[in-house]
């Protein structure tokens, strides 16, 4: 599609859930892609508005303030407040960030629906959903629990079993009981109103699939996969007494479907904003209504549906609004080689970043956007974490802004040197960095923000191989005026640097600003080699970024492996109790005490360890056991350890073992070896 000139740009960002903390998921696949476009359009001079607020309704923050014994509204009063101020730290630079309780977004949403029901777009349907006679409520799918009919997990979600991932009805589970009283629940005729997203399948099939094709292949196959399917209505209330009220008669106890409420915070809170500043805003209109203005959404995959299908026919239904000109989705961002999951905390967040690495926010941005999950699901690890920042941060780019600032300190008092006749390798050096605008904003305006970056930091790059090949410091003996050309050149590439990283590196690109002596940037100037001005005196120098050593990193780790642990002491269960045996079968084990005098790994087996028990008899027994990936032989030489003396000897790896050390079985599948708790003697029987 060919792309038009508008007068100005709104970019949202999708409204955080405040019912938990914001994690580097969410930082990689939305707010800092987001940031980044917004601040490079921002320097472009480009108009734009940059909006974000947090999403406070819906079921789980009625579930948290039931297990808290607190209201709703002191539970998003706590997380939008973390969530707002974490953002801040970290540089998310939101025109606005408001939230969903507001009286402007209660009174905006309200009207908006209501809107909808007297043109007659909404559908008002009976259906039968479950009710908890004890609560003397409707149940959301959310607050009904059973047995998954797929995987048959006792603990399915009556829209999810978080165990196999299959989406659910409630009227699916196999002995549904509700979470409120946890009694079984009745069907019950309730009135809820829907939107027909049947009826404008066919101008969704011509908006998207026909003039949008340059949306990503992620976004356009998940549109399309719905779009083949035949759409049906979806409700947009619910029975449920947090939320929006629905402003219809007979609607007593119903609210706004959070996903109906929630996308129109977009534009209560651009409406917001403007009626506080309405000289630099001017109307909200403008900015949701007017045809020059173009609407970008960035979001996680898992809101594609929403923000391409349903909020587009909500707007579409209600007339008058623009519609979205790209939703450049990502993927998602893996912690570990694991899933990230908040149910499970295992999760890097932001507040605790920000705590844990202060005056780090740069590096996360610079590793997040170097793995974002563009175009597949892609994986975060502190390992990485570190050598993106020691061999990348620190030894490329840091470490040329260093060298051309130190030399230029040292040769010319920290002035700006004139430049003087250009040989070969300074033509060639300029040549390499000449288009690095024109790359970089080709690659924003098509979203690609993990190559633009690449191409930022090729700038480094370049910097460092030019002074290398140039020796400033050996040839300020013989020819200190050609040291003046190649100062000059190398701090146009160090201002360079200042712009190019602006949208992704705001922090740092501000401290390389302090060290230039420089106020500002101009997008404009990138590329160009008369950036700062021969007898412009430059600030000290200082260190851009600093090495992360092996200790913060494991701190880090260790962190994650106690949430591990955690979390599988968590949902241990035993396993059940075998069949009742008689005293008499017992005693014909012969379980004995045996003292470890060596162990040694047996050569080609990764599973053996070969024991060499004093099992008190004066003649030592051999015993082959398959616990060399849980144990290494130097913990367990010394050792009082159990094991059972009268099994008949067994033949592995062409040795014979005379018996079996007996181990535990952890919640993760681990073994470890049992133990006496005090000394004794080696033979001592067990019984």
């Not at 992620?218 to 719905?226: A, E, L, P, T």
């Not at 597949?376 to 990348?392: C, G, L």
Request: glycine share 6%; aromatic share 10%.
């Amino acid at each position: 599609m060919e792309q038009k000139n508008y007068k100005r740009t709104t970019v949202t960002a999708a409204l955080p859930y405040a019912n938990g903390g914001v994690h580097i998921g969410h930082l990689a696949g939305v707010y800092v892609p987001a940031d980044i476009y917004v601040r490079y359009l921002r320097l472009k001079k480009r108009d734009v508005v940059f909006i974000g607020g947090s999403d406070e309704h819906g079921v789980p923050i009625t579930i948290r303030a039931k297990k808290e014994g607190i209201t709703p509204q002191d539970v998003v009063d706590r997380y939008h407040k973390m969530i707002k101020q974490s953002f801040s730290d970290f540089g998310i630079s939101f025109d606005i960030y408001s939230r969903t309780t507001s009286d402007t977004h209660h009174k905006f949403a309200a009207e908006f629906f209501r809107k909808l029901y007297d043109d007659g777009k909404l559908t008002e349907e009976t259906t039968m959903q479950y009710y908890d006679e004890e609560a003397q409520q409707f149940l959301a799918d959310r607050y009904i629990t059973g047995e998954c009919p797929h995987c048959h997990n006792e603990g399915a979600y009556g829209d999810q079993c978080e165990k196999c991932g299959r989406d659910l009805s409630p009227t699916e589970l196999i002995n549904p009981k509700s979470t409120i009283s946890g009694s079984k629940p009745v069907l019950k005729e309730t009135k809820n109103w829907y939107l027909p997203l049947n009826d404008y399948q066919q101008w969704l099939k011509q908006w998207i699939l026909e003039n949008h094709k340059e949306w990503r292949p992620n976004v356009y196959g998940q549109c399309k996969s719905w779009l083949d399917m035949d759409l049906q209505p979806r409700a947009m209330t619910r029975d449920l007494d947090w939320g929006i009220p629905v402003p219809v008669e007979g609607a007593d106890g119903k609210v706004l479907y959070v996903w109906f409420d929630a996308p129109i915070g977009y534009v209560s809170n651009t409406k917001e904003l403007c009626e506080s500043n309405p000289e630099r805003w001017g109307d909200w209109k403008k900015w949701w209504m007017d045809e020059d203005t173009r609407l970008i959404h960035f979001i996680g995959k898992d809101n594609i549906v929403f923000h391409c299908i349903i909020f587009p026919v909500m707007m579409k239904a209600h007339g008058g609004y623009i519609m979205p000109d790209n939703v450049p989705a990502n993927e998602f961002l893996n912690l570990e080689n694991d899933k990230i999951s908040t149910s499970r905390n295992w999760a890097v967040w932001l507040h605790e970043y920000l705590e844990d690495m202060p005056g780090k926010q740069d590096v996360l941005r610079y590793v997040l956007t170097a793995n974002a999950p563009e175009t597949k699901d892609n994986n975060f690890t502190w390992r990485d974490f570190q050598e993106r920042n020691n061999s990348e941060l620190v030894a490329i780019y840091g470490n040329f802004v260093n060298r051309a600032l130190q030399l230029t300190k040292k040769y010319w008092g920290g002035v700006v040197p004139a430049c003087g006749t250009l040989t070969d390798t300074d033509k060639n050096a300029l040549n390499e960095f000449k288009d690095v605008k024109q790359k970089v904003e080709e690659l924003l305006e098509q979203f690609k923000f993990r190559e633009a970056q690449k191409e930022a930091m090729n700038l480094a790059r370049i910097g460092n191989r030019y002074i290398t090949e140039c020796e400033p410091w050996k040839v300020w003996k013989t020819d200190p005026k050609r040291v003046e050309t190649i100062l000059y050149i190398s701090l146009q590439l160090v201002a360079n640097l200042a712009i190019a990283f602006e949208p992704f590196l705001p922090f740092s690109s501000k401290k390389l600003r302090q060290m230039l002596n420089i106020d500002t940037v101009e997008w404009e100037q990138l590329g160009s080699t008369d950036i700062l001005a021969p007898g412009h005196q430059l600030a000290k120098p200082e260190l851009l970024f600093e090495k992360i050593e092996d200790e913060v990193i494991q701190r880090q780790l260790d962190k994650l492996e106690a949430t591990k642990r955690a979390n599988e002491a968590a949902n241990y269960k035993a396993a059940p109790v075998k069949d009742t045996v008689s005293f008499d079968d017992f005693e014909k084990l012969d379980i004995r005490v045996g003292h470890v005098i060596d162990c040694q790994k047996v050569k080609k087996s990764k599973k053996l360890l070969q024991f060499t028990i004093d099992d008190g008899s004066g003649t030592p027994r051999t015993i082959l056991s398959g616990i060399a990936a849980y144990h290494t032989p130097e913990e367990l030489i010394g050792k009082d350890v159990l094991f059972i003396a009268n099994f008949a000897p067994r033949k592995m790896m062409g040795m014979e073992s005379q018996g079996m050390i007996l181990s535990a079985v952890d919640a993760d599948g681990s073994l470890a070896v049992t133990s006496v708790v005090r000394g004794v003697k080696p033979g001592s029987q067990v019984g």
